[in-house]
């Protein structure tokens, strides 16, 4: 199995400008987790979905991001506009049922950089 | 409300043991352990249930009493390739409303 996938693996943009990062759960996988890292604030959850629906999105810091999940094989976590302060890694991580005691498989991760 | 660990950082001489806590203010369902490498995804390690089981892989084992709301990771006779950060996540309502919420982490090194 392919693992997680996502991409871009390194996103460098300026201030102000659109950014959309993509994840391809593990086939199969019902859920569907957004992280956000950071050395000040450690890992936090931003979003998950459950067979593509939005379950909790009581992380999301503001009306700035957006996150979709059109099919059972994609999702993007978009930022409009981006801000410095947006900069991080981002992972995205599947499990297999909606039960969040499932193990998670996270993916590479996302390196983001708002100039 | 995120979990507490200590230590932050702790280093180590090859086959010396260590113990990674993370502690709640809330009444915990589940307790997960995660490894990070530098520059690397979270890789899982285990998952402990509310029931105060204990858990082990290898030299690497876990307990959770759900009375302290407390987990401990126990790591036995430490390998190089334990360096890495070392997360817990907790899950407080077992009802699978809610995603895991992550502690800061312990850094952990392993010296030869």
């Known amino acids: 199995d392919a693992g997680v996938i996502q991409s871009p693996r390194h996103e460098v943009t300026e201030m102000g400008q659109e950014v959309t990062l993509r994840c391809k759960p593990i086939?199969?996988?019902?859920?569907l987790f957004w992280y956000r890292q950071t050395m000040m604030r450690g890992l936090e959850l931003l979003i998950y979905?459950?067979?593509?629906?939005?379950?909790?999105d009581s992380g999301m810091p503001e009306d700035r991001f957006s996150a979709k999940m059109p099919n059972a094989s994609f999702s993007t976590l978009k930022i409009q506009p981006s801000e410095p302060r947006d900069s991080a890694v981002y992972f995205c991580a599947s499990s297999s049922t909606g039960r969040v005691t499932d193990t998670q498989y996270f993916g590479p991760g996302t390196r983001l950089t708002v100039l | 409300q995120q979990p507490v660990q200590s230590p932050q950082a702790v280093i180590l001489r090859e086959g010396e043991d260590a113990v990674i806590n993370c502690s709640s203010s809330k009444a915990l369902y589940s307790v997960h352990w995660y490894r990070q490498k530098h520059g690397e995804a979270p890789v899982f390690l285990m998952i402990?249930?509310?029931?105060?089981e204990q858990k082990g892989h290898e030299k690497i084992s876990a307990s959770f009493n759900e009375k302290k709301q407390q987990s401990s990771l126990y790591l036995t006779a430490s390998q190089l390739s334990y360096s890495g950060t070392y997360f817990c996540?907790?899950?407080?309502?077992?009802?699978?409303?809610?995603?895991?919420?992550f502690g800061k982490g312990t850094h952990l090194i392993i010296q030869p």
């Open positions: 402990l249930l509310k029931g105060g």
């Open positions: 086939s199969g996988h019902n859920s």
């Open positions: 979905f459950n067979n593509n629906v939005p379950i909790d």
């Open positions: 996540g907790t899950e407080v309502s077992g009802g699978g409303a809610d995603g895991l919420t």
